[in-house]
């Protein structure tokens, strides 16, 4: 089946989120759609698969112009998405998931159900269990039910957007497996969302790149590394940059710090941070970090131990206080925890501005968010609601936010889901703020980015700080014994 | 966008009013009563003599502190059903003053305002302080709220506050002369409430539009975990909120026994807190909007008593017309947004 995407816009707001894109996808093919966060990638797949309509522009399927109202009647004609998250109920089995994509009525063939999910599971070495319940499923695994529901109903088209995001290793492998062998066997063209090079690489028989909500080339594979980055960036990237910075005074001091939770309890955590140090929190998502981040600012109950900020103790203060002590914590879940849905990015400063007047000044107000977002290099308008920016800006957004000479910065996955230059950049801005005297703490998945980002970096396993090391002279793979729960280099 | 388009938008803007008409016709016609004869009545009823013009912007005035007290709850994310409750307070907070301090008009209707402002603000804060440290979610807050405060009111008028010859349904005993509104020549309006009502609404427009307070409210009720996040002190705000709302429904209080009726009756708030909570979700919260929906709900109320007199029908139409208003007006706002989006689906090259 081939599909043509013929000058498709989609504005949100001011914002051009595509810009005219044309795209041919050809059966037998996995096409790398690769671009920097806020390209515009996720919003050209969603107006293929149904879960937004296009501004303008035209879809052809085999030649036949087509409308779809809603990702059921993409799927019919055979285009089918994965998304980030999974979309499937966590409180069912996988088998009622499975079903429920194509068995709808009122007494569905389980038998036939669980033979299908069965056959088709294992063409592609996919080992779920019937009845285990979603929630009990790793992400990688739910993404494997994912693909096998739109196998079963049909899709010619398979687009996976950044797939490999929280997968293991072996599932990774597998998945690659699986796409090339839908595309090359079985003759369905897959679509490969994506701002990871290397798997573009290794994967994609063909790349298109977007840039600014526009295409700024295509390249059939292989295909030198520093053209696509010149096609994504517009220029070569520049070298990290290292500046080591003399730790000052004790900022943040734990002792014996105990936080109890629902799933785990967090317990006997020593730690001191210091003015200027970068400290990585490593582990397995669940192993007491996040609790830990949370605690340090003032968003968690703590049962027993003590919390000193710059000497004071405010263990049991309200979040209000450690506000006021210069603390500053930046959630992972953009628009659920850091910024509001439905304000625009001048209503944030406003309400952010604590020491502004009980009248807000708005022409104040919207000349600051207007540096604000020129300095941050936001794009969108003071005017923009939060909601209708990209990932990567609404993280710029979230950093123009916050106020100057913070004693103690605290992060969730900061880059998670940036392209290389965002996460760069970002991390300039947090160097920034450490060369001022401010501490960082921050959690992340990245191994790299944990080594490369911080001094030091305190490993946690099942609710326990196991091991702070130097992040100078520590190893990938030593890190990765930590946080599985081994000695280094045992 | 296009002439036409914008034409077509102003229209459909007007549309639930034909869609309620069409709905009563039927239902009038079903019963078997004249359309026509039942809305002319209804608007005779309404607007025929300079009176039941002071009429129906007596029955708005309360309608119109409610509803923009409701429309700072509803900014902030909150359901304040205990505005009843609250009206009530207000009006028994005001009936001690104007019972026990004899004094003169303008000090006493002062302090008879601000008595039923603190009286409606503390029942508006108690729902709020059952939400954050009882963990009682408002609506039920507010409803329970509601049936202590009558219980109150009923227990006030037939023991302590009970009238010379006996305690009776009629209420208390009328003020003190200084205790009642002025009003307007023979018309039963009292300009006093009408400035309160005028005044609520601007104070309110402000304050949910320029200051931080308001805005505070608004992220708040957009996003209440990540305004918090923000440092907006959450506990305080709602608890102010409340307050506000419930000091502007203590004023309705006071406008009802002092601007109307001159005593404390056992139905001083008469379903206006529920009536308000349908006047502010018509008004989407914007306090500008409230005044010309009250009284469009203020003179179905007062016309339809008509019906009852010159046809045989029950008054109870008016509310019939009143809810199939707000019914229809949510229905055409939710086809507009699905046209808006099939429109925005339609414009192709």
């Known amino acids: ?490 | 966008m296009k002439p036409d388009s914008r034409l077509a938008n102003f229209l459909l803007s007007l549309a639930p009013i034909p869609l309620a008409l069409l709905f009563t016709t039927l239902l009038l016609l079903i019963v078997g009563a004249s359309p026509l004869d039942a809305y002319r009545n209804i608007l005779q009823g309404a607007f025929e003599s300079p009176a039941k013009w002071a009429d129906v912007i007596t029955a708005c005035l309360p309608l119109i502190l409610c509803a923009a007290g409701m429309c700072i709850t509803f900014t902030a994310g909150l359901w304040n059903v205990g505005v009843e409750g609250q009206i009530i307070m207000g009006a028994i907070f005001a009936t001690w003053v104007a019972r026990n301090l004899l004094w003169p008009q303008v000090p006493v209707l002062t302090t008879m305002i601000l008595a039923g402002m603190l009286g409606g603000a503390l029942w508006g804060a108690l729902a709020g302080l059952l939400k954050v440290y009882g963990k009682v979610h408002e609506i039920f807050g507010g409803l329970g709220l509601n049936y202590v405060a009558q219980g109150l009111l009923i227990w006030l008028i037939f023991n302590p506050w009970k009238r010379a010859e006996g305690a009776t349904m009629q209420g208390t005993d009328p003020f003190p002369a200084p205790a009642w509104m002025p009003h307007l020549g023979n018309l039963r309006v009292a300009p006093l409430a009408v400035f309160l009502a005028l005044a609520a609404v601007v104070v309110v427009f402000f304050l949910l539009r320029g200051t931080r307070w308001g805005l505070e409210l608004k992220g708040m009720g957009k996003n209440f975990r990540s305004a918090f996040v923000l440092g907006v002190p959450s506990t305080p705000r709602m608890l102010t909120a409340f307050a506000a709302c419930g000091a502007l429904a203590g004023v309705a209080g006071v406008v009802v026994i002092s601007g109307v009726r001159g005593r404390l009756i056992p139905e001083v708030s008469g379903g206006m807190g529920y009536l308000s909570l349908l006047i502010a979700l018509l008004a989407a919260y914007r306090p500008q909007w409230v005044i010309p929906i009250a009284i469009f709900f203020a003179a179905m109320g007062v016309g339809s008593t008509r019906l009852e007199l010159n046809m045989q029908l029950d008054s109870a139409l008016g509310g019939v017309i009143e809810a199939s208003v707000v019914l229809a007006v949510m229905l055409v706002g939710g086809w507009r947004a699905l046209l808006a989006q099939r429109r925005r689906q339609e414009v192709q090259p």
């Open chain 1, 1 to 490: 089946m081939r599909v043509e995407l013929i000058e498709i816009h989609k504005h949100f707001g001011p914002v051009r989120a595509n810009d005219g894109v044309s795209l041919t996808l050809e059966p037998g093919v996995i096409h790398g759609l690769l671009g920097e966060n806020g390209a515009g990638k996720t919003t050209l797949m969603k107006c293929l698969s149904g879960y937004q309509t296009p501004d303008s522009g035209t879809i052809r399927v085999d030649g036949e112009k087509v409308t779809f109202r809603s990702p059921a009647e993409a799927v019919q004609r055979g285009i089918g998405m994965l998304h980030q998250d999974p979309l499937d109920f966590p409180q069912l089995r996988v088998l009622d998931n499975f079903l429920l994509a194509f068995d709808r009525r009122l007494l569905p063939d389980r038998r036939r159900g669980r033979a299908l999910l069965r056959e088709i599971g294992q063409r592609f070495h996919f080992e779920l269990d019937p009845d285990a319940e979603v929630t009990s499923l790793t992400v990688g695994e739910r993404q494997q039910l994912e693909i096998l529901r739109l196998l079963a109903l049909g899709a010619q088209v398979i687009i996976l957007d950044e797939p490999t995001t929280g997968i293991s290793a072996p599932q990774r492998v597998l998945l690659f497996a699986t796409l090339r062998r839908l595309a090359e066997e079985e003759g369905r063209s897959v679509v490969f969302v994506s701002h990871k090079l290397e798997e573009v690489e290794q994967l994609c028989h063909r790349v298109t790149v977007l840039r600014h909500g526009r295409v700024t080339g295509e390249a059939e594979m292989p295909c030198p590394v520093e053209r696509l980055v010149e096609m994504m960036f517009g220029r070569s990237l520049p070298p990290p940059k290292c500046v080591p910075v003399e730790p000052g005074p004790v900022v943040l001091h734990l002792e014996g710090l105990s936080i109890p939770s629902d799933r785990l309890v967090v317990e006997g955590i020593n730690l001191e941070v210091h003015a200027g140090e970068v400290m990585g929190l490593a582990g397995l998502e669940g192993s007491g970090q996040r609790l830990l981040l949370r605690a340090c600012a003032g968003l968690e109950r703590v049962t027993a131990g003590r919390i000193r900020l710059a000497g004071q103790v405010v263990t049991h203060a309200p979040y209000r206080r450690f506000l006021e002590a210069g603390v500053a914590y930046l959630p992972a879940g953009r628009l659920e925890e850091g910024l509001i849905g439905g304000l625009t990015i001048a209503e944030h400063f406003a309400l952010t501005n604590r020491k502004g007047p009980f009248f807000v000044d708005w022409a104040a107000e919207q000349e600051r968010a207007a540096q604000h977002i020129a300095q941050f290099r936001i794009v969108g308008q003071p005017e923009t609601p939060v909601e209708a920016l990209s990932g990567g800006n609404q993280q710029r957004t979230q950093l123009a936010l916050l106020p100057p000479n913070l004693r103690l910065l605290l992060m969730e996955h900061p880059t998670r889901g940036l392209d290389v230059e965002s996460a760069d950049w970002i991390w300039q801005q947090l160097l920034a703020r450490r060369e001022e005297g401010t501490a960082i703490v921050f959690i992340s998945a990245d191994l790299d980015e944990l080594l490369e980002r911080s001094d030091r970096i305190a490993v946690f396993f099942g609710g326990r700080l196991s091991a702070i090391v130097d992040a100078r002279c520590t190893t990938v793979e030593q890190l990765g014994y930590l946080i599985a729960g081994k000695e280094a280099g045992a």
